[in-house]
């Protein structure tokens, strides 16, 4: 699948600099029999201007290793214009530092109110230097409903240097009860330019309830764009504070079937509940359901992981491991 989302949390909070809002993510997995153990651990700070998270896992000693380490850091900001520099540094299953990204964005605001973003992307090669890899240019414009966002791409080249190698064309309409949202994109190719992918995704709230539907399509071998995946989001907001979701993933191959040109099957539903524990914390627990090999019919849901959030843990929240 080309879609592939990277969360980076931007957010700046308006505090005090000496203020610091600290939170502890422990994720719990059932096993064979029952027992939950921890399968990850993420603890981060923010600041004004600054944030950070470190996520660790058990390594096959006992030990508490990294797997991945995040900061970001405003460095500069004025007037129109602000620039954000995030860190990433990867861990092999030991602990042991691989790789290093840095990510450099530029934001600023152009005539008319245009919203102009530059990124740079640099990774660490085998000897530790920082390479350029990826830089691209977002464009954003309002048209009175509608957001229009164009993204170009560039990538390293064979012949040096970088060179365009992906458009992405991000359509969003907004409506009383939701919005509508289109991303299509191109990349570069002998014959120049062409569509490999397209997102289309449908929001609508009434009440205390949203629903979300979204159909990836990607280019098959006849060059046109085929659905290849479907997700469907059913989120229930209570007036107690907790939430429910409900989230069923289709795809083109489901077990027990064949796959058919054109058609999507019901691969595996997902209920995500979201509340406060007895003593303030917030919990969030994720149990799935999957059609069975005889029959497609769903069984009874089954626990998969809990998700326990101690410290500050109100939004913008870094996300679950």
Request: a positive charge.
């Amino acid at each position: 699948m080309r879609w592939v989302a990277l969360s980076l949390v931007a957010g700046v909070t308006v505090a005090l600099a000496a203020e610091v809002k600290r939170r502890e993510l422990i994720t719990y997995v059932p096993d064979v029999n029952g027992r939950r153990s921890v399968t990850a651990r993420v603890d981060a700070s923010q600041q004004a201007g600054k944030s950070g998270r470190i996520t660790s896992i058990e390594s096959i000693n006992g030990r508490r290793v990294p797997v991945e380490s995040v900061e970001e850091q405003v460095v500069s900001e004025k007037e129109g214009e602000r620039i954000i520099e995030t860190v990433i540094r990867r861990y092999d299953p030991t602990g042991v530092p691989v790789q290093i990204e840095k990510i450099r964005r530029q934001e600023s605001t152009g005539p008319g109110g245009e919203r102009i973003e530059h990124t740079r992307i640099e990774r660490s090669d085998l000897n530790g230097r920082l390479r350029p890899v990826e830089r691209s240019v977002s464009r954003t414009v309002r048209q009175g409903a509608r957001l229009i966002t164009e993204t170009q791409v560039e990538r390293p080249s064979a012949g040096g240097g970088f060179a365009v190698a992906e458009k992405r064309l991000t359509a969003e309409t907004v409506r009383p009860d939701g919005a509508d949202r289109e991303v299509t994109v191109q990349e570069a190719g002998q014959g120049g330019f062409r569509v490999v992918a397209r997102q289309i995704s449908e929001i609508r709230r009434q009440g205390g309830t949203e629903t979300e539907r979204t159909t990836f399509f990607e280019s098959a071998r006849t060059g046109r764009l085929e659905p290849v995946a479907e997700k469907h989001v059913e989120l229930e907001r209570r007036p107690d504070g907790s939430a429910v979701s409900l989230v069923s993933l289709y795809g083109v191959v489901a077990p027990g079937r064949t796959a058919e040109a054109g058609r999507l099957f019901l691969r595996e539903q997902q209920r995500i509940e979201r509340f406060a524990g007895p003593g303030g914390e917030q919990i969030e627990r994720v149990s799935l359901r999957r059609p069975s090999l005889a029959d497609q019919r769903l069984g009874a849901f089954e626990p998969a992981s809990e998700t326990i959030c101690t410290g500050d843990c109100n939004d913008p929240r870094p996300p679950a491991p």
